[in-house]
């Protein structure tokens, strides 16, 4: 591939808009002008990406397909989110997170691209600086006066072959986890942590439970509702500032700015066969501007969290009810 070859051109010129979009935003976000966490830049920068990379392409084959418009567009998009990674801009978790809107709104900037140079539309090249301008005009605007904040539920349930009896006595204290207990998921492939063990210091409401998981990640959940056999609930309690930095990126960091967990706990519940049917629930508060897609992936998240406490809770209470028939 040749340096100064149109495609060349516009993979770099793509990637070094991308990164210098990051570090002004990054910068501005100080004066309370712009933020990473934003319309404006996860679904407006990709869109410039990918414009910039097919208006230059098309100086060197005018005959480009839609399908190639769309593809073509995701070059300089990989190639950006892989230097934001090796310099430590951003976090796996981060990336993996905004790679499908990444993708998606640069294809949506490479069919723009196309339609205005096979138009032959005047003025191309100031068509591109409009497109890439509107990142920083819209930010302020967005940040000042756009505030999208949503409270939502997410709830999972198991069925647990065991009575309600010996699942309750799972639930309170979480003794060490061992890796082969905890099954593998989504969240871990992205780099979320693990669940390592779990300890209250007294039972009924107000008591304290303090999870920990890996990377030394720690935080509390106070009890505000104890009924034994039926349900305990509590109230997260989240220091963000104790969350090493490197455990989790910050703008997903749990108590943080844009994502918080609020409120969780167990209910438990009989069915017909005499199994103990356990629902695990979590209300999370999201300051992110994205809508439908940060719930998407808040579901996502929090059911993976949801899916390994059950599945460890079940698979214990059940082996220690083979333990106890066993024994006598």
């Given at each position: 591939?040749?340096?100064?070859s149109?495609?060349s051109?516009?993979?770099l010129?793509?990637?070094?808009?991308?990164?210098?979009?990051?570090?002004?935003?990054?910068?501005?976000?100080?004066?309370?002008?712009?933020?990473l966490?934003?319309?404006?830049?996860?679904?407006?920068?990709?869109?410039?990406?990918g414009?910039?990379?097919?208006?230059?392409?098309?100086?060197?084959?005018?005959?480009?397909?839609?399908?190639?418009m769309?593809?073509?567009?995701?070059?300089?998009?990989?190639v950006f989110?892989?230097v934001s990674?090796i310099?430590?801009?951003?976090?796996?978790?981060?990336?993996?997170?905004?790679?499908?809107?990444?993708?998606?709104?640069?294809?949506?900037?490479?069919?723009?691209?196309?339609?205005?140079?096979?138009?032959?539309?005047?003025?191309?090249n100031?068509?591109?600086?409009?497109?890439?301008?509107?990142?920083?005009?819209?930010?302020?605007?967005?940040?000042?006066?756009?505030?999208?904040?949503?409270?939502?539920?997410?709830?999972?349930?198991?069925?647990?072959?065991?009575?309600?009896?010996?699942?309750?006595?799972?639930?309170?204290?979480?003794?060490?986890?061992?890796?082969?207990?905890?099954?593998?998921?989504l969240?871990?492939?992205?780099?979320?942590?693990?669940?390592l063990?779990?300890?209250?210091?007294?039972?009924?409401?107000?008591?304290?439970?303090?999870?920990?998981?890996?990377?030394?990640?720690?935080?509390?959940?106070?009890?505000?509702?104890?009924?034994?056999n039926?349900k305990?609930?509590?109230?997260?309690?989240?220091?963000?500032?104790?969350?090493?930095?490197?455990?989790?990126?910050?703008?997903?960091?749990?108590?943080?700015?844009y994502?918080?967990?609020?409120?969780?706990?167990?209910?438990?519940?009989?069915?017909?066969?005499?199994?103990?049917?356990?629902?695990?629930?979590?209300?999370?508060?999201?300051?992110?501007?994205?809508?439908?897609?940060s719930?998407?992936?808040?579901?996502?998240?929090?059911?993976?969290?949801h899916?390994?406490?059950?599945?460890?809770?079940?698979?214990?209470a059940?082996?220690?009810?083979?333990a106890?028939?066993s024994?006598?």
């Amino acid at each position: 591939m040749q340096l100064n070859s149109p495609k060349s051109i516009g993979i770099l010129l793509g990637t070094l808009y991308g990164i210098f979009m990051r570090l002004f935003v990054e910068l501005v976000n100080a004066y309370n002008l712009g933020s990473l966490v934003s319309i404006s830049f996860m679904f407006l920068v990709p869109v410039a990406i990918g414009y910039i990379r097919i208006h230059f392409e098309y100086n060197e084959s005018k005959t480009l397909t839609k399908k190639q418009m769309i593809t073509i567009a995701w070059q300089p998009i990989f190639v950006f989110l892989f230097v934001s990674v090796i310099t430590l801009l951003e976090g796996s978790i981060c990336v993996a997170m905004a790679l499908p809107a990444f993708m998606f709104f640069a294809s949506i900037g490479g069919l723009l691209a196309g339609f205005v140079r096979k138009r032959k539309i005047k003025k191309a090249n100031s068509s591109l600086l409009s497109i890439a301008l509107l990142p920083i005009l819209l930010s302020p605007i967005e940040v000042n006066f756009l505030h999208l904040s949503k409270i939502y539920e997410v709830t999972n349930s198991i069925t647990i072959n065991a009575p309600i009896n010996v699942v309750w006595q799972q639930l309170a204290n979480v003794s060490d986890i061992k890796p082969q207990e905890v099954p593998f998921s989504l969240t871990q492939l992205i780099g979320v942590p693990k669940p390592l063990k779990a300890s209250m210091n007294a039972s009924g409401i107000g008591a304290v439970r303090t999870s920990t998981w890996q990377k030394g990640v720690v935080f509390k959940e106070v009890i505000t509702d104890w009924q034994p056999n039926k349900k305990m609930l509590y109230r997260f309690e989240i220091n963000p500032d104790l969350i090493p930095d490197d455990a989790l990126d910050k703008h997903v960091k749990l108590g943080g700015e844009y994502f918080s967990p609020l409120y969780g706990g167990y209910q438990l519940s009989e069915d017909k066969s005499g199994n103990t049917i356990l629902t695990l629930k979590t209300t999370v508060k999201d300051n992110t501007n994205f809508g439908v897609y940060s719930r998407i992936w808040g579901e996502v998240i929090f059911q993976d969290f949801h899916h390994t406490l059950l599945t460890l809770m079940k698979n214990r209470a059940e082996k220690s009810l083979i333990a106890t028939v066993s024994y006598n």
